[in-house]
């Protein structure tokens, strides 16, 4: 810990500057033997008091251990211990932590080699259980997320897979959360950050996407088709019960024909008797007569 060994260092050097000041003040009215013992005293006495003070981060706590046994819980801030029987093996981390883990080629429910990266944020609560209840905590919740990830692949399918990464994160926030809750650790999120499958398979995917891109498009133009169908059906019904309109229908559609740049329509002579046009010589002195029309409304060149 840097504060801590600085405050330590620190407060060494002025116990022992004060020893010094002291021993030297006295070497008028004392004895060699007296300065020299009021020297050697500020040595030890600063080593010990360098020794028995401590400082904690706000952040971080302290697992003191007297002859051996679990003692207290220090910090934030400064304390005391009673060095050679106290010791602080561990400065514990209360702040939420990151760690990034991985599984590679595993496969998955569908027998898939699939490559996995997920980021895991987890919080110590019981610095007293991380402590003393697990050795290295930060590695042992590492290996239980990387044994964890493995097992919710093999129990997944590549498309769950793929397509529930939310799903995919809650579960494994679940089990993790499980396997360390008795260590004092709780897991606050699991993120997935990407899922690799291997090129071939994605390219077959591709194709297999495209296919029923494809597939949609057809049954969606067949549809519409079966729609039209169905309007035309429902117009002929229209028309058979009312001529008249289905005869003044036919005359507009002729007349729209005639108005375009086309000089030649060709219509069936069923079609022609069933609008009483007469001949085909009356039908084509009917064209002559729009072409006229139109000629003489179009604006001088």
Same mark, same amino acid.
């Given at each position: 810990?840097?504060?801590?060994?600085?405050?330590?260092? !620190?407060?060494?050097?002025?116990?022992?500057?004060?020893?010094?000041?002291?021993?030297?003040?006295?070497?008028?009215?004392? /004895?060699?033997?007296?300065?020299?013992?009021?020297?050697?005293?500020?040595?030890?006495?600063?080593?010990?008091?360098?020794?028995?003070?401590?400082?904690?981060?706000?952040?971080?706590?302290?697992?003191?251990?007297? !002859?051996?046994? #679990?003692?207290? !819980?220090?910090?934030?801030?400064?304390?005391?211990?009673?060095?050679?029987?106290?010791?602080?093996?561990?400065?514990?981390?209360?702040?939420?932590?990151?760690?990034? #883990?991985?599984?590679?080629?595993?496969?998955?429910?569908?027998?898939? =080699?699939?490559?996995?990266?997920?980021?895991?944020?987890?919080?110590?609560?019981? =610095?007293?259980?991380?402590?003393?209840?697990?050795?290295?905590?930060?590695?042992?919740?590492?290996?239980?997320?990387?044994?964890?990830?493995?097992?919710?692949?093999?129990?997944?399918?590549?498309?769950?897979?793929?397509?529930?990464?939310?799903?995919?994160?809650?579960?494994?926030?679940?089990?993790?959360?499980?396997?360390?809750?008795?260590?004092?650790?709780?897991?606050?999120?699991?993120?997935?950050?990407?899922?690799?499958?291997?090129?071939?398979?994605?390219?077959?995917?591709? *194709?297999?996407?495209?296919?029923?891109?494809?597939?949609?498009?057809?049954?969606?133009?067949?549809?519409?088709?079966?729609?039209?169908?169905?309007? #035309?059906?429902?117009?002929?019904? /229209?028309?058979?019960?009312?001529?008249?309109?289905?005869?003044?229908?036919?005359?507009?559609?002729?007349?729209?024909?005639?108005?375009?740049?086309?000089?030649?329509?060709?219509?069936?002579?069923?079609?022609?008797? /069933? *609008?009483?046009?007469?001949?085909?010589?009356?039908? /084509?002195?009917?064209?002559?007569?729009?072409?006229?029309?139109?000629?003489?409304?179009? =604006?001088?060149?």
């Amino acid at each position: 810990m840097k504060n801590n060994s600085f405050f330590s260092a !620190l407060l060494f050097i002025v116990i022992l500057a004060a020893g010094i000041v002291l021993a030297y003040s006295m070497k008028d009215t004392a /004895t060699s033997g007296t300065t020299t013992a009021v020297g050697i005293g500020s040595f030890l006495l600063a080593l010990i008091a360098a020794s028995a003070t401590k400082v904690a981060d706000q952040w971080n706590r302290a697992i003191v251990l007297r !002859l051996g046994k #679990f003692h207290r !819980l220090r910090g934030p801030g400064l304390f005391f211990i009673i060095p050679v029987i106290d010791a602080v093996p561990y400065w514990i981390d209360i702040r939420v932590i990151t760690t990034t #883990f991985k599984a590679e080629r595993t496969l998955t429910r569908d027998t898939v =080699p699939v490559d996995v990266d997920a980021v895991l944020f987890w919080k110590v609560i019981d =610095p007293k259980k991380a402590a003393l209840d697990v050795a290295e905590y930060q590695s042992a919740i590492s290996w239980a997320s990387q044994t964890a990830l493995r097992d919710v692949i093999g129990k997944t399918m590549l498309s769950d897979m793929l397509e529930g990464r939310d799903k995919m994160s809650i579960l494994l926030q679940k089990i993790i959360d499980e396997r360390t809750e008795p260590w004092g650790i709780t897991v606050i999120s699991v993120e997935v950050k990407d899922v690799l499958i291997p090129s071939g398979l994605e390219d077959a995917m591709s *194709m297999q996407a495209q296919a029923e891109r494809e597939r949609q498009a057809r049954v969606i133009l067949g549809d519409s088709e079966r729609q039209v169908a169905q309007k #035309f059906e429902e117009a002929a019904q /229209t028309y058979a019960d009312n001529p008249t309109a289905f005869h003044l229908r036919a005359m507009n559609m002729l007349y729209e024909g005639l108005k375009t740049n086309a000089t030649i329509i060709v219509v069936p002579s069923t079609a022609v008797e /069933t *609008m009483q046009l007469g001949s085909v010589a009356g039908l /084509t002195a009917l064209t002559k007569e729009l072409a006229k029309e139109k000629s003489q409304n179009q =604006p001088p060149a």
